[in-house]
Nanobody, 125 residues
Framework: VQLVESGGGLVQAGGSLGLSCAASGRTFSTYDMGWVRQAPGKEREFVAGISRSGGSTSYADSVKGRFTISRDAAKRTVSLQMNSLNSEDTGVYYC???????????????????WGHGTQVTVSS
């Protein structure tokens, strides 16, 4: 599967931004999907994940209540709505796909098999 992110940009602190990830191929519904970010000078960290059915989601504690992950099977897209952004949310956001079968979306980056190239999100204070 190939993943292409879009929607990044510059936003003021307290603002909102929506990211989208388009997946190629007919097997989109067989993957759990996730969003991972990497801040400058830091390692990649898990942000949010969603099961292949869309019925289960996982979030990093730092984004709970502010970010929402969703997917559209017909459009083969996964989205991340980000609200109440702050400077610590700045980074490159990657879309990722997990082909394994698990009882909930994975929160470990090593469990994701396919990655997009990322989209930059910058939050100005």
């Amino acid at each position: 599967v190939q993943l292409v992110e879009s929607g990044g940009g510059l936003v003021q602190a307290g603002g909102s931004l929506g990211l989208s990830c388009a997946a190629s191929g007919r097997t989109f519904s067989t993957y759990d999907m996730g969003w991972v970010r990497q801040a400058p000078g830091k390692e990649r960290e898990f942000v949010a994940g969603i099961s292949r059915s869309g019925g289960s989601t996982s979030y990093a504690d730092s984004v709970k209540g502010r970010f929402t992950i969703s997917r559209d099977a017909a459009k083969r897209t996964v989205s991340l709505q980000m609200n109440s952004l702050n400077s610590e949310d700045t980074g490159v956001y990657y879309c990722a796909a997990d082909r394994s079968i698990y009882f909930m979306p994975r929160t470990q980056i090593r469990d994701y098999d396919y990655w997009g190239h990322g989209t930059q999100v910058t939050v100005s204070s």
